[in-house]
């Protein structure tokens, strides 16, 4: 048996296979709790109290009972759809979102992928989501659908340059793409992190990124895609059951993405912010994951916060203030680098 077990792990495609599924070990279950995390921020943020009986203690199986009625419902086409496309789409946005998962640095003992380029395969490989937005508007045969596929496209092209052109100050102060080698360049006490460095620029491109992935993800005041008072639902109209509850899972999946990126780059990642003090694989996965949970957190409190913005409001913000001073950022931290040199 022992022997069984070694020569499949020495097997290159199962070990592959073997680390794909890691991260979906966390996506689903985080997927779950956010909703309903998100429930009860929302909840109390209104001065009351959301889920509190399915599953005992603050309704914590909710969700759970959520997900099952969606795997139970009909699964509904509608019959002007573009079949092929309305059934594709859903996937190829999970795709987009979960591929970005493989140069996530979860800890120093555990990276899918360490490639030297790994924010740069990050960021393209999480603009597939848009191509799955578009096919689920345009195949649903849904003007409501297809103008919120629209907005979707336009909005993430446009706030994909500030979040490129913010990380790109990152990339010029350490030298390298490689997710894991700006992690240990972070090690040692909490002022080593990157959001304190060439003080104000980082700090400055750290919110710049954060608003910016805020409309990436279709979040708060961003969520124009989605607006139901406008679009219905936007999109994902027509989608219900499973598909739907892929389409969610995505969302989420995207969520913690960027909200992983901004902690690696910024927030020391995996780094304890005590020094050697509560360091460690096992500790470092744990940091890992507050910090990114930080994040969420305050995607969230912004949500249930701040109003919507208008289209054109939207368009203002991305193309008039946040890409300007993206690249005023990356100008003053190359004049310290070259000043520094």
């Known amino acids: 048996m022992k022997e069984t077990l070694i020569s499949l792990l ?75 496309l309305f059934v594709l789409a859903p996937y190829v946005v999970f795709a987009g979102a979960y591929a970005a998962y493989a140069v996530i640095p979860f800890s120093a003992a555990y990276i899918g992928s360490e490639i030297n380029v790994g924010l740069f395969y990050f960021l393209s490989i999480s603009s597939v989501v848009v191509i799955g937005l578009l096919m689920a508007g345009w195949a649903s045969n849904n003007k409501w659908s297809l103008l919120g596929a629209l907005r979707s496209a336009a909005q993430i092209v446009s706030y994909e340059i500030p979040v490129a052109v913010s990380l790109l100050a990152v990339i010029m102060v350490s030298g390298t793409f490689d997710l894991q080698q700006i992690n240990q360049m972070q090690s040692g006490w909490f002022w080593n992190w ?7 620029f980082l700090l400055l491109a750290l919110v710049i990124y954060f608003v ?19 679009l219905v639902g936007g999109y994902h109209t027509e989608y219900g059951g499973m598909r739907f509850a892929l389409l969610f899972l995505s969302e989420y999946a995207n969520m913690f993405a960027v909200s ?4 690696t780059l910024f927030l020391g990642g995996w780094n304890s912010p005590f020094g050697e003090f ?4 096992w500790w470092g996965a744990l940091w890992f994951l507050g910090k990114g949970m930080l994040f969420i957190f ?22 008039k203030v946040l890409i300007p001073f993206s690249f005023l950022i990356v100008i003053g931290v190359g004049f310290w680098v070259m000043l520094a040199r």
Do not use: C
């Open 298 to 319: 305050v995607q969230m409190w912004l949500r249930w916060t701040l109003p919507r913005l208008r289209v054109d409001q939207l368009m203002y913000v991305g193309w």
């Open 10 to 84: 020495q097997n290159e495609i199962l070990v592959y296979v073997l680390m794909a599924i890691v991260p979906l070990l966390w996506v689903i279950p985080f997927a779950l709790f956010a909703v309903w995390w998100e429930r009860k921020i929302s909840a109390h943020m209104q001065d009351r109290l959301g889920p509190m009986r399915t599953g005992g203690w603050h309704g914590w199986s909710q969700t759970i009972a959520d997900i099952l009625k969606l795997i139970q419902k009909e699964d509904i086409i509608p019959s002007a759809a573009d079949k092929k």
């Open 278 to 281: 509560l360091s460690g694989p």
């Open 212 to 230: 910016a992935s805020l409309a990436e993800t279709n979040r708060t005041p961003f969520d124009i895609p989605e607006a139901e008072s406008e």
């Open 260 to 263: 992983a990126i901004a902690t």
């Open 194 to 200: 990157f959001m304190f460095q060439k003080f104000p």
